[in-house]
């Protein structure tokens, strides 16, 4: 079940383009096959200040709306976007560094599976 929305956090609600309709049917029909999902893994060398690009994630989300949307379509006659006035990024992290080079890629692909199938993809960055 999708996450509630409080109606004080709706910047705007809007009617899906025609693209987004076949996203989610595809989405919907096959839920297991990740066809329109886009993952990211940043190879980070030296310090990494998480505060920082958390506060940089966020600034992200301010400016574009995409990043702070969700769609609904359950008991609606038509889907809708919601795009939200605020939505926090979660990042994680994961230090890979002592692990050997084949055992990064299987540690990445077990992480981007899990996410794949938590439910809040589009609401988490992963480093």
């Known amino acids: 079940m999708a996450q509630k929305v409080n109606n004080q956090n709706i910047e705007d609600i809007i009617a899906l383009s025609p693209t987004q309709e076949g996203i989610l049917f595809h989405c919907l029909k096959e839920p297991e096959v990740p066809l329109y999902l886009s993952q990211v893994a940043l190879h980070i060398t030296g310090e990494l200040d998480a505060e920082i690009l958390q506060k940089a994630l966020n600034w992200m989300a301010v400016d574009n709306d995409c990043l702070r949307s969700v769609i609904r379509w359950e008991n609606l006659s038509q889907p809708v976007q919601i795009v939200l006035k605020q939505q926090k990024l979660?990042?994680?992290?994961?230090?890979?560094?002592?692990?050997?080079?084949?055992?990064?890629?299987?540690?990445?692909?077990?992480?981007?599976?899990?996410?794949?199938?938590?439910?809040?993809?589009?609401q988490k960055v992963r480093c």
């Open 90 to 122: 979660i990042l994680s992290q994961e230090d890979l560094s002592t692990l050997s080079p084949a055992d990064t890629e299987t540690r990445l692909s077990e992480i981007g599976r899990r996410e794949q199938n938590n439910g809040s993809i589009s």
